[in-house]
């Protein structure tokens, strides 16, 4: 409901005032309206505005990867000269050859690269001449568990006798991740448990394929054990594998090029 005025009638002077202020508030009113228009105006253009840029939508930046390239050394470029890519060498000529193309100052390992022809491919063995990486393994007993509780994990390999694994459970949540709970599994688990610390000191290997591909890389040694020992520590591990598993099979050291190698079944 609008404001009501109170006109007043009779009195000449009074009636002439209010028709002066009315006058007022007409032209007030007139001098408003192209001020609001020209307002709405101006918003109309901004709104305008507004919607020509959102039909014509702003240009993404398109980011631009940054790749590094992969730079080799002299070193090893000169060794990737010595192999033949398109050759595959027999097992004794592959292993002169990682020695030959070795040029660092530190002790290399030799680790062989299998392609297998199935996943879940697992298992262990005893390489004649060992990884040699020194293995510490430990036997359980109260004072090892004692060593857990207060967070010294010294051990690579801890062994245990099934009437002792109830005392070990609660350490689980510890040894679990880091992959060093006893299991029969794999053979850490044993009623002679000083056998099998044996076993592992002197160089069982434990292997397993990869979850999603059917590829395994080993450590079988070093590249300062001889020619022969290098040798029969990879023969020892295809055996184990099986060959008629094995697709194709690569070796290196940890800084040489790979050499593909002869699988014989």
Do not use: C
Request: proline letters at 5%.
């Amino acid at each position: 409901m609008g404001k009501i005025r109170i006109k007043t009638i009779g009195i000449e002077e009074v009636e002439k005032q209010e028709k002066k202020k009315a006058k007022i508030r007409a032209e007030t009113k007139k001098q408003a309206k192209p001020e609001k228009a020209a307002k709405a105006e101006q918003v109309a253009e901004v709104l305008a505005g507004t919607e020509d840029k959102s039909e014509k939508p702003a240009k993404k930046k398109q980011k631009t990867a940054k790749t590094t390239k992969k730079v080799s050394g002299k070193k090893y470029l000169v060794s990737k000269k010595l192999v033949d890519k398109k050759k595959v060498y027999p097992l004794d000529e592959a292993v002169k050859l990682i020695k030959q193309m070795k040029y660092t100052s530190f002790d290399e390992s030799v680790e062989v690269h299998l392609n297998l022809k199935e996943l879940g491919i697992k298992g262990e063995v005893s390489l004649p001449h060992g990884t040699g990486k020194a293995v510490n393994v430990a036997i359980a007993d109260d004072k090892v568990l004692d060593e857990i509780e207060s967070g010294n994990i010294t051990f690579d390999v801890l062994i245990a006798s099934p009437s002792f694994m109830p005392k070990l459970v609660k350490f689980a949540k510890i040894l679990g991740p880091k992959g060093l709970m006893p299991n029969p599994k794999n053979g850490t688990v044993s009623d002679k448990p000083e056998e099998a610390a044996k076993k592992f000191k002197t160089g069982s290997v434990r292997y397993k394929s990869e979850a999603k591909f059917p590829l395994i890389h080993q450590s079988v040694g070093k590249i300062s054990y001889s020619e022969k020992q290098i040798e029969e520590n990879i023969a020892s591990f295809l055996d184990s594998v099986d060959r008629k598993n094995i697709t194709n099979a690569f070796i290196s050291s940890t800084m040489s090029p790979s050499v593909q190698i002869v699988v014989e079944v």
